[in-house]
């Protein structure tokens, strides 16, 4: 079993900066790829930004240049840092993992994960 608890969330002013931390426990490894999705009100849950465990990294367009995602493997962590925050970016912030063979090209989408975390909420103000 896998657990992911995600942390850090809050309220910024637009412009502003956060890190959201996403603790693992349980059968999970550095094989395991993971990412984040968010899902803003009334929206469809979408991928942000992915790990494969090899260092290989992939970003939605709307967040290039803006976010950064990292991987504490001795940690057992993933993390992900939120620049230059728009309001744009206002959603509930999920952290997801799985270790199925798949392709690179799918690590965005949300029927990729079996394991998601609860969330933590993120509030951009104009």
């Known amino acids: 079993k896998v657990q992911l608890v995600e942390s850090g969330g809050g309220s910024v002013q637009a412009g502003g900066s956060l890190r959201l931390s996403c603790e693992t426990s349980g059968d999970i490894s550095s094989q395991n790829y993971m990412a984040w999705f968010r899902q803003a009100a009334g929206k469809e849950r979408e991928g942000v930004a992915a790990?494969?465990?090899?260092?290989?990294?992939t970003y939605a367009d709307s967040v290039k240049g803006r976010f950064t995602i990292s991987r504490d493997n001795a940690k057992n962590s993933l993390y992900l840092q939120l620049n230059n925050l728009q309001p744009g970016d206002t959603a509930m912030y999920y952290c997801a993992a799985d270790v199925r063979p798949t392709y690179f090209s799918r690590l965005l989408q949300r029927n990729t994960y079996r394991f998601w975390g609860r969330g933590t909420r993120v509030t951009v103000s104009s």
């Open positions: 790990h494969n465990g090899a260092g290989s990294t």
